[in-house]
């Protein structure tokens, strides 16, 4: 069974400041795709981010970029210039690629606090 | 439109309370999600419906029934719940199940209180 695991529980960033959360994932897969969520108090559940385990660029998306360490089976999000906004609780997930393959299995979090 | 709405947002009910949960999405999207989250936790997948029918139970009590009407409709129905059912309960949809074009979609949650 896959399992994502984010060793970080919380973390903080000053204002502006860059910050940098990590994740590791376990598979047997070649095929697959990695997501960060973010989840601020207001609940909703954002995707900041999208990766393909077939591409070999990380992807990046304004201020928020990926490490991406296929080998290494390691996913982390770089958040640059950070924002208030920034502040909440993000969520590594994979899902299987392929039919069938609806399923994501999320790490347990990390809180983020923006300082300001 | 690009949303998944929710209502209600809250809902307080009793252990004999029947009650329901609505989810609308109005991205053509055909598959469609229901999670719980409890406090500080990631969410946990409850059910799956892809084309309208019913692909995946988590095994899931049957005091939570899921309906899907239409392909924008997914309803939770609650009858006979317990107090640690109380969570937050997502909806997502995704364009479909599997493929490529599998990135969910949340809506806002309902926080569900049971006494």
């Known amino acids: 069974a896959q399992t994502v695991t984010q060793s970080q529980p919380e973390m903080s960033v000053q204002e502006a400041e860059t910050v940098t959360l990590s994740c590791t994932y376990d598979?047997?897969?070649?095929?697959?795709?990695l997501f960060w969520y973010k989840q601020p108090p207001s609940r909703q559940m954002i995707l900041v981010i999208r990766?393909?385990?077939?591409?070999?660029q990380n992807a990046t998306e304004n201020r928020f970029s990926v490490n991406f360490q296929k080998a290494a089976k390691s996913f982390s999000l770089k958040i640059s210039d950070s924002q208030l906004g920034d502040a909440a609780m993000y969520f590594c997930?994979?899902?299987?690629f392929g039919a069938g393959s609806y399923q994501l299995t999320f790490g347990k979090g990390t809180k983020l606090s923006v300082i300001p | 439109d690009t949303e998944v709405t929710q209502t209600p947002k809250h809902l307080v009910m009793g252990m004999t309370n029947k009650k329901s949960l609505k989810c609308e999405q109005h991205?053509?999207?055909?598959?469609m999600y229901w999670y719980k989250q409890k406090a500080k936790k990631p969410p946990e997948l409850m059910f799956v419906?892809?084309?309208?029918?019913?692909?995946i139970n988590e095994s899931v009590p049957s005091r939570f029934s899921p309906e899907c009407p239409n392909s924008s409709l997914l309803n939770l129905h609650l009858h006979a719940l317990q107090p640690e059912d109380s969570a937050l309960y997502l909806c997502?949809?995704?364009?479909?199940?599997?493929?490529?074009?599998?990135?969910?979609?949340f809506g806002p949650g309902t926080r569900l209180t049971v006494l």
């Open positions: 997502a949809s995704s364009q479909d199940a599997s493929g490529t074009n599998n990135e969910q979609f």
């Open positions: 598979t047997s897969e070649s095929d697959y795709y």
């Open positions: 990766q393909e385990a077939y591409k070999q």
């Open positions: 997930a994979y899902r299987e």
């Open positions: 991205m053509g999207h055909r598959a």
């Open positions: 419906y892809s084309y309208e029918k019913l692909s």
